[in-house]
């Protein structure tokens, strides 16, 4: 294996893209684009992944005003076809979406596949100078997040990432008010989801693909498996080789939230335990049971998650939790409160959440994009790059059962096995996107 493939990249130089037939669509993937726009100018937006929260980030945008799409991407030929037809305005359609980045009267790209698409896609759109909208998590492994961050810095990208909580207000009151210090020391944060929803996950058999579909491209870096519905769709979060369970799906919300009222970076220790405890023969591998504590200086991070029930801490199925010595203040997607602790501090009713949190993110990356004013984006791929390697630290512990100790500045474990998880692996002829 060549030695950039085994250290983690953090200067700048050239990047060679994803895969190497991609040069086979022309060279403009490897000019910036300058372009600069007014309020008056229109936004030409294609979106890769048009399922699921892909297609609700589009429907989210384009509300704003001038903006309009004009190109959709995906491997399934008949969802393709559909949303086409519901947008209601002419579109060009892709089943490749390297042909999409060759288009270029797409200025702005919205990534909603499966996490292990996201880093070559990423990458990919800022050498051919797109603004991009990646859902989270930003990476499928700590490796591929900081290739991520690496990119984006090679080309001085706007890149947005889909944590979308960071543009809702009442998140935003609610870590000014942890940083207040009116809470006194904070000494523990918890911050968990709790899905009853969730149901066990049936036994299928291997299958032929449904017909319109493109599973090798679907596959892409991933291992090369039969096709199998549990792992199509919406269910490829709870399998290793596309994504990493609740801890990133949803803990890269609610973690994001603990790091950022903490003003925390990498833990110096991390542990989990869980396991398949709510479904244990069903057919997902991702543990429906996890309990992970990061150790910092002053303070712990706890997080747990947890299938099949609603209940969650303070009766709430997700959240985040800051506990101080002075009161503690409970924080999720409806809104915050605090609860003193005696009568050290006044009691603060719930604030309740103000407005669309998702629409008040793509608006704030186009007034970004139109002011240009990256550094006013909300959620920047540095940032969530961090609280999704974070999350993957959490799998780690999980996956090697043990009590793993963080240095930060060699990007490492003190444990080999653990290390090797730090590592993205690709199949099929992909690479990863290298610094040179």
């Known amino acids: 294996m060549p030695t950039s493939r085994r250290r983690f990249l953090t200067g700048s130089g050239s990047i060679l893209l994803g895969s190497a037939l991609l040069p086979a669509f022309g060279t403009t993937l490897f000019a910036r684009n300058p372009l600069r726009f007014s309020a008056l100018d229109k936004i030409n937006v294609g979106l890769i992944g048009v399922n699921g929260m892909g297609w609700s980030n589009l429907t989210a945008l384009l509300k704003i005003p001038n ?5 959709l991407c995906d491997v399934d030929a008949n969802v393709l076809a559909k949303r086409a037809a ?8 892709y089943g490749d979406y390297r042909q999409l980045l060759d288009n270029k009267d797409v200025h702005l790209m919205i990534i909603g596949t499966p996490d292990h ?80 929803w ?31 519905a549990n792992r199509f769709h919406f269910n490829f979060r709870w399998f290793w080789d596309y994504a990493g369970g609740l801890m990133t799906d949803w803990g890269v919300h609610m973690m994001d939230y ?31 049971t996890l309990a992970a504590i990061f150790e910092y200086d002053k303070f712990n991070i706890v997080w747990e998650h947890a299938t099949g029930i609603d209940l969650g801490p303070y009766g709430l199925t997700h959240g985040t939790a ?21 009568k050290k501090m006044e009691e603060v009713p719930l604030q309740k959440v103000q407005g669309d949190s998702l629409l008040l993110h793509h608006q704030n990356f186009i007034d970004c994009i139109r ?42 474990f003190n444990a080999a096995d653990a290390n090797e998880l730090l590592k993205a692996s690709y199949h099929n002829g992909y690479q990863l996107p290298k610094l040179v």
């Open 117 to 196: 698409w996201h880093c070559l896609m990423m990458a990919d759109a800022c050498a051919a100078g797109k603004f991009v909208y990646v859902e989270k998590p930003c990476g499928n492994s700590v490796e591929e997040c900081r290739l991520m961050e690496a990119a984006q810095k090679r080309y001085s990208s706007f890149v947005q990432v889909g944590q979308w909580q960071r543009s809702a207000p009442h998140f935003r009151d609610a870590v000014a008010f942890v940083q207040s210090g009116k809470l006194g020391n904070v000494r523990m944060v918890k911050s968990w989801a709790y899905q009853g």
């Open 371 to 412: 002011n240009n004013k990256p550094g006013d984006i909300h959620t920047p791929i540095g940032e969530a790059s961090k609280t999704a390697q974070v999350c993957q630290l959490g799998n780690i512990a999980f996956r090697t059962r043990e009590k793993l100790a963080w240095n930060n500045e060699a990007g490492q």
């Open 322 to 342: 800051f506990i101080g010595n002075n009161g503690t203040l409970v924080l999720n997607r409806e809104g915050w409160y605090v609860k003193p602790e005696g």
């Open 258 to 288: 603990a790091l950022l009222g903490m003003k925390a970076g990498f833990p110096k220790t991390v542990m989990a335990s869980g396991g398949k405890m709510a479904y244990p023969d069903d057919a997902s591998e991702t543990p429906d």
């Open 198 to 228: 969730m149901k066990p996950v049936p036994v299928l058999a291997d299958s032929t693909p449904p017909a319109g579909v493109d599973y090798k491209t679907w596959l892409g870096p991933a291992v090369l498996r039969p096709f199998n």
């Open 86 to 93: 519901e947008l209601k305005t002419p579109v060009k359609t």
């Open 67 to 71: 903006t309009q799409c004009v190109a």
